[in-house]
């Protein structure tokens, strides 16, 4: 927009094509002259995008407008990354317990599927770290190998039994991923899990039942055979 066209409220234009057409993507270069300092402020309180002082070359005003549509165009792309970013954490957190920890298992933050599966309220967990939920199924040397593996950069993957607020057992099927932190502060640890304890009863179940027919295979087995020598030493006689 020239600030001195003929008949041509600039300022008033801006506002039109921001809040009345609701076309805020769009960019609006003003084109004044250095004394015209304080019109050109009016067009950026009405929206305005950008200003270039009079005289300016061609060339200078085209590379303006590139910038300015290269920049729309890295809007777009990112607003529809976030988008994505926005679908994929609805997902998880409807399918996955999720917690962040600092590099002290401190917990930091948790998603709504955490709270219902452990029984805990956010503010009850918050601070604290996961040994809130330890149920003492999990040896030194498993908990330090997962440290040493995550403090290293590694991701970690694997079962742990936790217990849960009332003290039942909850098993997790665990991946636990670093995420370094670009200004050298130390890293932030989230956590995925997906509640396995109906599977985990399921397979202890088939256990005892296998246990309890391998039991009542060998009893008849040791029936048989002892029917077997009595059969022999009825003949025998």
């Keep these: 927009i020239d600030s001195r066209v003929d008949g041509l409220d600039g300022a008033a234009f801006c506002l039109k094509v921001r809040r009345d057409l609701g076309l805020n993507g769009i960019p609006i270069i003003v084109l004044a002259h250095e004394r015209d300092k304080a019109a050109v402020l009016g067009f950026f309180k009405a ?41 994929q954490k609805f997902a998880m957190d409807q399918s996955s317990l999720v917690s962040v920890t600092d590099d002290h ?63 039942n057992p909850l098993w997790l099927e665990t991946t636990i991923i670093p995420c370094p932190d670009s200004r050298g502060n130390p890293p932030r640890f989230v956590s995925v899990r997906r509640d396995i304890t109906a599977k985990k009863v399921a397979e202890e179940q088939v256990v005892k039942v296998k246990k309890s027919l391998s039991a009542l295979y060998g009893l008849a087995t040791e029936f048989n055979l002892r029917n077997e020598e009595q059969v022999d030493r009825a003949l025998q006689m």
Excluded: M
């Design 47 to 87: 929206g305005a995008t950008d200003y270039l002082p009079k005289p300016f070359l061609k060339e200078e005003f085209l590379a303006r407008i590139l910038v300015h549509l290269d920049g729309r165009i890295l809007n777009r792309s990112l607003d529809r990354k976030i988008e994505e970013l926005s679908q």
């Design 105 to 167: 298992g401190k917990i930091l933050e948790v998603n709504e599927k955490f709270c219902e599966a452990t029984g805990f309220s956010r503010e009850e967990i918050q601070g604290r770290d996961h040994r809130v939920f330890n149920s003492g199924y999990h040896d030194k040397k498993f908990i330090a190998e997962l440290w040493k593996t995550i403090l290293a950069g590694g991701v970690w993957q694997g079962e742990i039994l936790d217990k849960t607020k009332n003290g």
